[in-house]
T-cell receptor, first 115, second 116 residues
Framework: AQSVTQLGSHVSVSEGALVLLRCNYSSSVPPYLFWYVQYPNQGLQLLLKYTTGATLVKGINGFEAEFKKSETSFHLTKPSAHMSDAAEYFCAVSDSGTSYGKLTFGQGTILTVHP | DVKVTQSSRYLVKRTGEKVFLECVQDMDHENMFWYRQDPGLGLRLIYFSYDVKMKEKGDIPEGYSVSREKKERFSLILESASTNQTSMYLC???????????????FGAGSRLTVL
């Protein structure tokens, strides 16, 4: 069985500061890893994904994440926060094999950006 | 762009009522999903379907059923709504088969259900 842990249900940063949202996973097989973002009153949209290949993955809006197998982590970063980044972020994992797209999500991290 | 449309954004129902949540996608995706979103719990999978008339239980299927009579439509049914089913319900779809493409979900905007 897979699981995802997001450290910190709320993260607050100043505009222009580094954003770091932490995600650790467990999976018995090589995982696919995802970050989704949810803006208020909207569904989730894909930020980035890791499937195979390069472990540093770049996504939309300047976000990136690095897959570290030894640490079972997939932390999300952005060098400089913008007010428009305020949202809830979800890390998710699925098996690379037979999951039919069944994602297991973390608890979510609400990002607040202060002027 | 793929669109996943959930017919009701907000619903208020009474305990014991039968509730239908409808979801339609327009990109010929074979996989469809219903998740429930609660604060502090993230998203939890209720049911999914990988083909017409096919369904599989997710992690929290109790109290729910689903129907997939057509490829584009996936309905979530609460046979007898209870207050603990007050939540945000998210429908999603993805490409067919296995592998990385099938794991990229496209979500609808959500249906917020309140059961009184």
């Amino acid at each position: 069985a897979q699981s995802v842990t997001q450290l910190g249900s709320h993260v607050s940063v100043s505009e222009g500061a580094l954003v770091l949202l932490r995600c650790n996973y467990s999976s018995s097989v090589p995982p696919y890893l995802f970050w989704y973002v949810q803006y208020p009153n909207q569904g989730l949209q894909l930020l980035l994904k890791y499937t195979t290949g390069a472990t540093l993955v770049k996504g939309i809006n300047g976000f990136e994440a690095e897959f570290k197998k030894s640490e079972t982590s997939f932390h999300l970063t952005k060098p400089s926060a913008h007010m428009s980044d305020a949202a809830e972020y979800f890390c998710a994992v699925s098996d690379s094999g037979t999951s039919y797209g069944k994602l297991t999500f973390g608890q979510g991290t609400i990002l607040t950006v202060h002027p | 762009d793929v669109k996943v449309t959930q017919s009701s954004r907000y619903l208020v129902k009474r305990t014991g009522e039968k509730v239908f949540l409808e979801c339609v996608q327009d990109m010929d995706h074979e996989n469809m999903f219903w998740y429930r979103q609660d604060p502090g719990l993230g998203l939890r999978l209720i049911y999914f379907s990988y083909d017409v008339k096919m369904k599989e239980k997710g992690d929290i299927p109790e109290g729910y059923s689903v129907s997939r009579e057509k490829k584009e439509r996936f309905s979530l049914i609460l046979e007898s709504a209870s207050t603990n089913q007050t939540s945000m319900y998210l429908c999603a779809s993805s490409l067919p088969g296995l592998g990385s493409g099938a794991n990229v979900l496209t979500f609808g905007a959500g249906s917020r259900l309140t059961v009184l």
